[in-house]
Protein backbone atom coordinates (compact mmCIF):
# COMPACT_ATOMS: atom_id res chain seq x y z
CA UNK A 1 0.00 0.00 0.00
CA UNK A 2 1.36 3.41 -1.15
CA UNK A 3 2.50 5.96 1.52
CA UNK A 4 1.42 9.50 1.97
CA UNK A 5 2.01 12.32 4.55
CA UNK A 6 -1.10 14.38 5.86
CA UNK A 7 -0.82 17.74 4.59
CA UNK A 8 -2.77 19.86 7.95
CA UNK A 9 -5.12 21.92 5.35
CA UNK A 10 -7.81 23.94 6.84
CA UNK A 11 -11.26 23.43 5.84
CA UNK A 12 -13.23 26.03 4.23
CA UNK A 13 -15.68 26.86 1.56
CA UNK A 14 -15.77 28.62 -1.69
CA UNK A 15 -17.96 31.59 -3.17
CA UNK A 16 -20.72 28.40 -3.75
CA UNK A 17 -20.96 26.82 -1.00
CA UNK A 18 -18.89 24.07 -2.17
CA UNK A 19 -16.01 22.58 -0.41
CA UNK A 20 -12.40 24.13 -1.01
CA UNK A 21 -10.10 21.97 -2.80
CA UNK A 22 -7.78 22.13 0.12
CA UNK A 23 -10.56 20.35 2.23
CA UNK A 24 -10.94 17.58 -0.84
CA UNK A 25 -7.32 17.40 -0.64
CA UNK A 26 -7.47 16.76 3.27
CA UNK A 27 -9.88 14.71 3.45
CA UNK A 28 -7.96 11.69 0.67
CA UNK A 29 -4.65 12.45 3.00
CA UNK A 30 -6.54 11.50 5.97
CA UNK A 31 -8.46 8.64 4.31
CA UNK A 32 -4.71 7.36 3.07
CA UNK A 33 -3.45 7.89 6.22
CA UNK A 34 -5.61 5.95 7.89
CA UNK A 35 -5.33 3.23 5.34
CA UNK A 36 -2.01 3.18 6.46
CA UNK A 37 -2.15 2.64 10.17
CA UNK A 38 -4.68 -0.22 9.17
CA UNK A 39 -2.43 -1.59 6.94
CA UNK A 40 0.82 -0.91 9.32
CA UNK A 41 -0.93 -2.47 11.95
CA UNK A 42 -2.75 -5.83 10.52
CA UNK A 43 0.53 -6.91 8.79
CA UNK A 44 2.46 -6.35 13.15
CA UNK A 45 -0.24 -8.98 14.14
CA UNK A 46 1.64 -11.82 15.73
CA UNK A 47 0.91 -14.91 12.98
CA UNK A 48 2.17 -17.50 15.57
CA UNK A 49 -0.47 -16.43 18.06
CA UNK A 50 -2.79 -16.21 15.16
CA UNK A 51 -2.26 -19.88 14.36
CA UNK A 52 -3.37 -20.79 17.91
CA UNK A 53 -6.22 -19.19 17.86
CA UNK A 54 -7.36 -20.67 14.92
CA UNK A 55 -6.11 -24.38 16.47
CA UNK A 56 -7.91 -23.22 19.68
CA UNK A 57 -11.08 -22.53 18.01
CA UNK A 58 -11.07 -26.00 15.21
CA UNK A 59 -10.62 -27.64 18.99
CA UNK A 60 -13.92 -26.16 19.79
CA UNK A 61 -15.73 -27.39 16.75
CA UNK A 62 -14.21 -30.91 16.50
CA UNK A 63 -15.82 -31.40 20.18
CA UNK A 64 -18.71 -29.89 19.81
CA UNK A 65 -18.42 -27.09 22.25
CA UNK A 66 -19.27 -23.61 21.92
CA UNK A 67 -17.31 -20.53 21.68
CA UNK A 68 -18.57 -17.56 23.80
CA UNK A 69 -17.44 -13.83 22.56
CA UNK A 70 -17.86 -10.71 24.75
CA UNK A 71 -17.22 -7.20 23.97
CA UNK A 72 -18.23 -3.26 24.73
CA UNK A 73 -19.74 -0.71 22.15
CA UNK A 74 -17.97 -1.42 18.64
CA UNK A 75 -16.18 -4.40 20.07
CA UNK A 76 -19.95 -6.08 21.26
CA UNK A 77 -20.84 -5.54 17.07
CA UNK A 78 -17.22 -7.56 16.50
CA UNK A 79 -18.23 -10.05 18.84
CA UNK A 80 -21.20 -10.36 17.15
CA UNK A 81 -19.58 -10.46 13.67
CA UNK A 82 -17.47 -13.00 15.09
CA UNK A 83 -19.89 -15.68 15.94
CA UNK A 84 -21.77 -15.16 13.11
CA UNK A 85 -18.96 -15.95 10.51
CA UNK A 86 -17.79 -18.79 12.18
CA UNK A 87 -21.08 -20.37 12.62
CA UNK A 88 -21.17 -19.96 9.05
CA UNK A 89 -20.79 -22.98 6.50
CA UNK A 90 -19.24 -22.97 2.92
CA UNK A 91 -20.26 -26.63 2.37
CA UNK A 92 -19.84 -30.07 3.81
CA UNK A 93 -15.95 -30.17 4.67
CA UNK A 94 -16.01 -26.72 6.07
CA UNK A 95 -18.60 -26.88 9.22
CA UNK A 96 -19.47 -24.03 11.21
CA UNK A 97 -18.62 -23.66 14.99
CA UNK A 98 -21.23 -23.69 17.74
CA UNK A 99 -21.31 -19.96 18.88
CA UNK A 100 -22.76 -17.27 21.29
CA UNK A 101 -21.79 -14.34 21.69
CA UNK A 102 -23.24 -12.79 25.12
CA UNK A 103 -23.54 -9.13 23.75
CA UNK A 104 -27.16 -10.05 21.55
CA UNK A 105 -29.87 -10.80 24.42
CA UNK A 106 -30.75 -6.95 25.08
CA UNK A 107 -33.74 -7.60 27.93
CA UNK A 108 -30.39 -9.95 29.99
CA UNK A 109 -27.84 -7.74 29.40
CA UNK A 110 -30.14 -4.79 30.87
CA UNK A 111 -31.55 -6.97 33.89
CA UNK A 112 -28.21 -8.16 34.85
CA UNK A 113 -26.83 -4.89 34.39
CA UNK A 114 -29.01 -3.35 36.85
CA UNK A 115 -30.14 -6.13 39.30
CA UNK A 116 -26.16 -7.35 39.28
CA UNK A 117 -24.31 -4.44 38.05
CA UNK A 118 -22.79 -3.58 34.58
CA UNK A 119 -19.36 -5.00 35.33
CA UNK A 120 -21.06 -8.79 35.98
CA UNK A 121 -22.79 -8.83 32.62
CA UNK A 122 -20.69 -11.26 30.85
CA UNK A 123 -19.56 -13.26 33.60
CA UNK A 124 -22.91 -14.12 34.97
CA UNK A 125 -24.26 -15.29 31.38
CA UNK A 126 -20.52 -17.49 31.66
CA UNK A 127 -21.28 -18.72 34.57
CA UNK A 128 -24.69 -20.49 33.58
CA UNK A 129 -23.11 -21.53 30.39
CA UNK A 130 -19.77 -22.79 29.95
CA UNK A 131 -18.68 -26.59 30.09
CA UNK A 132 -15.35 -27.69 30.05
CA UNK A 133 -14.27 -27.31 26.30
CA UNK A 134 -15.28 -24.21 25.47
CA UNK A 135 -13.56 -21.16 24.53
CA UNK A 136 -14.34 -17.51 25.56
CA UNK A 137 -13.01 -14.88 23.17
CA UNK A 138 -12.85 -11.24 24.31
CA UNK A 139 -12.93 -8.29 22.50
CA UNK A 140 -11.30 -5.03 23.93
CA UNK A 141 -8.87 -2.11 22.32
CA UNK A 142 -7.85 -1.21 25.82
CA UNK A 143 -8.25 -4.75 27.39
CA UNK A 144 -9.58 -3.10 30.91
CA UNK A 145 -13.04 -3.12 30.77
CA UNK A 146 -14.45 -4.53 33.88
CA UNK A 147 -16.66 -6.38 32.72
CA UNK A 148 -14.70 -8.06 30.07
CA UNK A 149 -12.01 -8.89 32.87
CA UNK A 150 -14.40 -10.61 34.99
CA UNK A 151 -16.07 -12.51 31.92
CA UNK A 152 -12.38 -13.60 31.67
CA UNK A 153 -11.96 -14.67 35.24
CA UNK A 154 -15.34 -16.68 35.56
CA UNK A 155 -13.43 -18.88 31.97
CA UNK A 156 -10.11 -19.23 33.95
CA UNK A 157 -12.25 -20.40 37.04
CA UNK A 158 -14.06 -22.91 35.11
CA UNK A 159 -10.76 -24.53 33.29
CA UNK A 160 -11.94 -23.02 29.49
CA UNK A 161 -9.51 -21.52 27.35
CA UNK A 162 -9.51 -17.92 26.27
CA UNK A 163 -8.58 -15.73 22.99
CA UNK A 164 -8.80 -12.10 23.57
CA UNK A 165 -8.44 -9.66 20.62
CA UNK A 166 -6.89 -6.50 22.25
CA UNK A 167 -5.37 -3.14 21.41
CA UNK A 168 -2.09 -2.12 22.20
CA UNK A 169 -0.23 -4.29 24.84
CA UNK A 170 -3.63 -5.73 25.94
CA UNK A 171 -3.81 -4.16 28.93
CA UNK A 172 -5.03 -6.27 32.00
CA UNK A 173 -6.68 -8.73 29.74
CA UNK A 174 -3.47 -9.69 28.13
CA UNK A 175 -2.34 -11.32 31.59
CA UNK A 176 -5.85 -13.14 31.79
CA UNK A 177 -6.41 -14.93 28.46
CA UNK A 178 -4.46 -18.05 26.72
CA UNK A 179 -3.69 -16.79 23.12
CA UNK A 180 -3.80 -12.76 23.29
CA UNK A 181 -4.10 -11.24 19.45
CA UNK A 182 -2.39 -8.02 19.98
CA UNK A 183 -2.93 -4.84 17.34
CA UNK A 184 -0.79 -2.06 18.60
CA UNK A 185 -1.68 0.66 17.49
CA UNK A 186 -3.50 3.35 20.24
CA UNK A 187 -6.17 4.68 17.43
CA UNK A 188 -9.29 3.06 18.47
CA UNK A 189 -10.47 2.73 14.82
CA UNK A 190 -7.65 0.97 13.76
CA UNK A 191 -7.74 -1.13 16.23
CA UNK A 192 -11.39 -2.12 15.74
CA UNK A 193 -10.74 -2.33 11.84
CA UNK A 194 -8.17 -5.12 12.29
CA UNK A 195 -10.19 -6.67 14.84
CA UNK A 196 -12.78 -7.16 12.37
CA UNK A 197 -10.32 -7.75 9.48
CA UNK A 198 -9.00 -10.67 11.92
CA UNK A 199 -12.59 -12.23 11.89
CA UNK A 200 -12.95 -12.59 8.69
CA UNK A 201 -9.13 -14.04 8.49
CA UNK A 202 -9.72 -16.67 11.11
CA UNK A 203 -13.16 -17.51 9.43
CA UNK A 204 -11.24 -18.22 6.11
CA UNK A 205 -8.69 -20.05 8.08
CA UNK A 206 -11.45 -22.52 9.53
CA UNK A 207 -12.93 -22.91 6.04
CA UNK A 208 -15.94 -20.75 7.31
CA UNK A 209 -15.49 -18.08 4.58
CA UNK A 210 -17.61 -18.31 1.66
CA UNK A 211 -17.82 -18.93 -1.93
CA UNK A 212 -15.63 -16.55 -3.86
CA UNK A 213 -13.72 -15.66 -0.86
CA UNK A 214 -12.21 -18.99 -0.04
CA UNK A 215 -11.62 -19.60 -3.70
CA UNK A 216 -9.47 -16.16 -3.70
CA UNK A 217 -7.84 -17.12 -0.37
CA UNK A 218 -6.54 -20.86 -1.64
CA UNK A 219 -5.86 -19.05 -4.86
CA UNK A 220 -3.43 -16.55 -3.08
CA UNK A 221 -1.90 -19.34 -0.81
CA UNK A 222 -1.09 -21.49 -3.62
CA UNK A 223 0.82 -18.37 -4.90
CA UNK A 224 2.77 -17.91 -1.37
CA UNK A 225 3.45 -21.38 -0.09
CA UNK A 226 5.16 -22.54 -3.42
Known sequence: MGRSDVRDDTDALDGRGGAHPASAHRASAVCTAFQN????????????AFASAVRLFDSVRTSGNCLYAIGNGGSAATAAHLACDLAMTSGPQAAGLRTNALTGNTPLLTALANDIGYDRVFSEQLARLLTPGDVVVAISVSGNSPNSLEGLKTARARGVRTVGLLGGSGGSAAALVDVPLLVDS??????????????????????TGRGRSQDILETSLDGTQG
Open 37 to 48: LVADAALAVEPA
Open 186 to 207: EVYGVVETVHLGLVHSLALALG
